[in-house]
């Protein structure tokens, strides 16, 4: 199936917006311009010296969706999400929308994205607006195989069209069946994920501290009822898996505040739907203080390993491996 591109718009240029904006500057028909805004001129600057004849400034949201007939944006939180949408002055929704394909890929509150559909659907019957968050990380977005969780039926004729826009910036692309479900998919993945990687520190630790290798416990979890992600790719304990943010300090992962905002999201979204939640509040007290403890702060989540007090020393900064050399002398 092909479909028309004539312009497309981009909002909030940060970590994960612009790879976004850029693989759809590369993947997007030669003739489609594609219209830029950031708060940060900085970023639109940048964008637009890199593909001089596609990506063009926009003067803010208001101006980009004059020229946009597919918007779609990248923020932080739901503030700036009903901004760049609702501002009287200049929001996208401050001009005439009709018609426009509108996407938000922001992490934020199921309200907050039902507020500004609602509104949207009042004012201009024939916008459509979908909430699509994504996952994957800075990486993910960079060699463009995050997930992208999008608040959709099947069988909502937009469908294909947004599958084959998203899937310029993405690997996969899964409907989860109407608007704002998306989110909820989203959260209720980042809850899981956020719980799994505190019970995988702690079990780390208390399976090290009885004098098991976390090579062979990792084994061990892979095999047993316990195989999981976190503990297979994203393992907290440094130097057990060579491509975990873990074993490189920490850095370029998923960071420890983001998990915070996501898991406090998704303990909000429980509480309000009326899901029983044992494990919310002490995950979310455990990230909250690993997120405000400077030996963690801006490192990947699993930094909650150090944060548990995890010995992430276990090789021996010699690079002897003192594990192995132990259990041949014991
Ligand atoms: P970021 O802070 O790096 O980028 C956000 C960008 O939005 C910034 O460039 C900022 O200047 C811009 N911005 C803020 N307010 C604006 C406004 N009113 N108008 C226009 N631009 C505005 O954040 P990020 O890491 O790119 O995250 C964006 C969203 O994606 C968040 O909701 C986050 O939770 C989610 N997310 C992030 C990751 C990750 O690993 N970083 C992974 C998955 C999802």
Redesign the pocket.
Known sequence: MSFEYRSVGF????????PMAEHLAKKLPSETLIYV????QA?IDQLCTEFPNKVVKSA??KDLAEKSDIIV?????GA?VK??YL?PQTGICSTDVSKKLLID????DTATSLLVKDHIYQNFPTASFYDA??????V??VKGT?AIFLGCSESDTNLPRLTHLLQMMGKSVIPCGGPSLGLAA?LSNNYLSGIIAIAASEAFDMGMRSGLDPRVLQKVYAAGTAQNTICDKFTPVPGVYAEAPSSNEYKN???VQ?MR??FGLAVDMARRVGSRNVLGEVGLKTYTDAMNDPRCRDLDSRVIYRFLGGNEDWKGKDGIDHWDLHHQRT
């Not at 805004?37 to 940060?40: E, N, Q, S």
């Not at 944006?73 to 939180?77: L, R």
């Not at 890929?105 to 934020?108: G, V």
């Not at 968050?133 to 800075?138: A, D, I, Q, W």
């Open positions: 909002i909030g240029l940060g970590a994960m917006g612009k805004f950031d708060v940060v970023a803010n949201a944006t990248m923020v932080p939180e700036q901004s760049v501002d890929c922001s992490t934020i968050p994504v996952s994957g990380g800075v993910g977005a995050i989203k992962g998923f960071k983001l905002k996501d």
